[in-house]
């Protein structure tokens, strides 16, 4: 069972979301919040599997609470989601430790395939999200670097074929996009990305972007 805390300003979004987690027998919405600092300590005390953010809410926006959840230590990982005009605040979501971003709209379907992904330790987000995302705000994403790339011990410790899944991964590509680039097996591929993350201590794959962000890899 995957327990879910809904975080959204909107009660009637949060009715729609609980409502379509207790209609399967695999998700549970085990709790509501309005605002983000009721979302900070419901989550620590209820420990969920998965919060589902909103960004934009009155008091403690979802970014702060992301931050806050996160720095806790505590089990739970945050799906934010976000909408068209809200992009501007994704960038500020990732470096807060989100493990993914899906859109308002997307279908159900989407929505729990992305609820499962985060709850067993992976990182969702669309690629065309993705893509659209570092292209608006690669300088964002970019903070000012006072050292080389090649000076962080952290890339020494890839190989050759673990550093082109790792520029592959910053650029937004799916699995089966480097495989096929690759001419790998998905389930290659995934093994190569855990190695990548545990050598370069990202919590997630989306933490992986930002690392090869931040080194000037992409």
């Known amino acids: 069972?995957?327990?879910?805390?809904?975080?959204?300003?909107?009660?009637?979004?949060?009715?729609?979301?609980?409502?379509l987690l207790e209609s399967l027998p695999e998700t549970e919405a085990v709790g509501e919040a309005a605002h983000g600092a009721a979302a900070v300590r419901m989550a620590a005390?209820?420990?969920?599997d998965v919060v589902l953010m909103d960004i934009r809410m009155p008091?403690?926006?979802?970014?702060e609470a992301t931050r806050r959840i996160v720095a806790s230590g505590g089990r739970s990982r945050v799906l934010v989601l976000t909408t068209f005009d809200l992009d501007e605040y994704a960038h500020s979501a990732l470096r807060a430790g989100a493990s993914g971003f899906l859109l308002k709209d997307a279908r159900p379907a989407e929505l729990l395939a992305g609820i499962r992904a985060?709850?067993?330790?992976?990182?969702?987000?669309?690629?065309a999200l993705t893509r659209r995302l570092l292209q608006e705000f690669t300088d964002q994403l970019r903070p000012?670097?006072?050292?080389?790339?090649?000076?962080?011990?952290?890339?020494?410790?890839?190989?050759d074929r673990e550093r082109e899944i790792l520029i592959a991964v910053g650029k937004g590509w799916t699995n089966g996009e480097i495989a096929a680039r690759f001419v790998l097996?998905?389930?290659?591929?995934?093994?190569?990305?855990?190695r990548v993350l545990a050598?370069?201590?990202?919590?997630?794959?989306?933490?992986a972007v930002i690392f090869a962000y931040d080194l000037g890899l992409v």
């Not at 985060?118 to 690629?127: E, L, N, R, S």
Request: glycine residues 8%; aromatic residues 2%; proline residues 4%.
């Open 45 to 48: 005390e209820l420990r969920p």
């Open 1 to 19: 069972m995957i327990t879910v805390l809904v975080v959204d300003d909107q009660e009637l979004q949060r009715y729609g979301f609980r409502m």
């Open 59 to 63: 008091g403690m926006d979802g970014i």
């Open 144 to 159: 000012r670097r006072t050292t080389d790339s090649a000076e962080d011990p952290r890339l020494s410790q890839l190989t």
């Open 199 to 207: 050598k370069i201590g990202a919590r997630d794959r989306i933490q």
């Open 185 to 194: 097996s998905e389930s290659t591929v995934k093994t190569h990305v855990g």
């Open 118 to 127: 985060v709850a067993q330790g992976d990182a969702v987000i669309a690629p």
